[in-house]
């Protein structure tokens, strides 16, 4: 082996590829085929493993955007939250997977996930926790800046960071939105909308989750700046 080609990491493996992904550990994470209840399982564990990276990455860079908005620095932030939208987009697009596993292939693989629901997922737990954290930063922002929000938005130019920052947060809000109809739609296609998950919820409940939003007084503001206008034309036509 030519001297550039060994390893020079810490690890055992042969390479430092494998060294530094630690590609032993990452895989040996799916059950073998001797343990399958079905072979399904191992897409079902690579696209619920895959996710939760994606959302250790998404929390992480909501962190920082966070640590960045407590600065002041808005730019910082924005490139974080753009990084959270793509976490997001990762675990959308992961559920095309499953829609591949027959629905009743995919009763074989739900027999050996015991009480196992995404309720207890770690990574999706985590965005919804702290999420709502850069909000609160934003309404920080607002009031310093001493203006509500039809203000901003009426004059989204003057007050650039502000404007791109709430949009950035609309934009994440959206992508979760989003990843939940997906989600609810992957569930009723694998085991219909009328039946309980694996804690005995009932599916329904899902679709309620569907209307939920991090930030409402950013979709309500699309509402206030409409009638805002409405009222404007009625105005002028009065005179
Ligand atoms: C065939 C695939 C899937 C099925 C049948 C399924 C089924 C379900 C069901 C029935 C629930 C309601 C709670 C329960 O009873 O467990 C649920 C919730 C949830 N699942 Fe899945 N799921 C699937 C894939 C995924 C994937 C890939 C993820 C990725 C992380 C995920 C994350 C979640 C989360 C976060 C919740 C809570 C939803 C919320 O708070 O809005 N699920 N799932």
Redesign the pocket.
């Known amino acids: 082996m030519s001297e550039a080609k060994k390893p020079v990491l810490e690890g055992s493996a042969k390479s430092d590829y494998e060294n530094y992904v630690r590609t032993d550990e990452l895989l040996s994470l799916q059950k073998g085929p001797d343990e399958w209840e079905h072979r399904d399982e191992l897409l079902?564990a690579v696209?619920?493993q895959s996710?939760?990276l994606w959302?250790k990455l998404a929390i992480s860079e909501v962190g920082e955007a966070l640590s960045s908005l407590k600065k002041n620095d808005i730019r910082i932030a924005l490139r974080m939250i753009d990084r959270v939208v793509l976490c997001m987009r990762q675990?959308h697009y992961?559920?095309d997977m499953?829609e591949k596993?027959s629905p009743w292939d995919?009763q074989q693989v739900?027999r050996a996930l015991g009480h196992?629901?995404?309720?207890d997922?770690p990574?999706?737990?985590g965005v919804?926790k702290n999420v709502p954290l850069l909000g609160k930063e934003f309404t920080r922002l607002l009031n310093e800046a001493g203006i509500d929000l039809l203000t901003l938005f009426l004059n989204d130019r003057k007050y650039e960071d502000l404007y791109q920052l709430a949009e950035a947060l609309l934009e994440l809000d959206e992508r979760v939105i989003l990843w939940?109809h997906r989600?609810f739609k992957?569930?009723e296609r694998?085991?219909g909308a009328k039946v309980?998950?694996?804690?005995?919820?009932p599916?329904e409940?899902?679709s309620k989750?569907?209307t939920?939003c991090f930030f409402p007084e950013l979709w309500d503001i699309r509402t206030t700046i409409t009638n805002y206008a409405l009222d404007q034309e009625k105005n002028k036509s009065a005179y």
């Open positions: 079902f696209v619920h996710s939760e959302l675990c992961a559920l499953l596993m995919y739900r196992g629901s995404g309720f997922s990574g999706f737990n919804r939940r989600h992957v569930v694998s085991i309980s998950g694996t804690q005995g919820t599916v409940i899902l989750l569907n939920f």
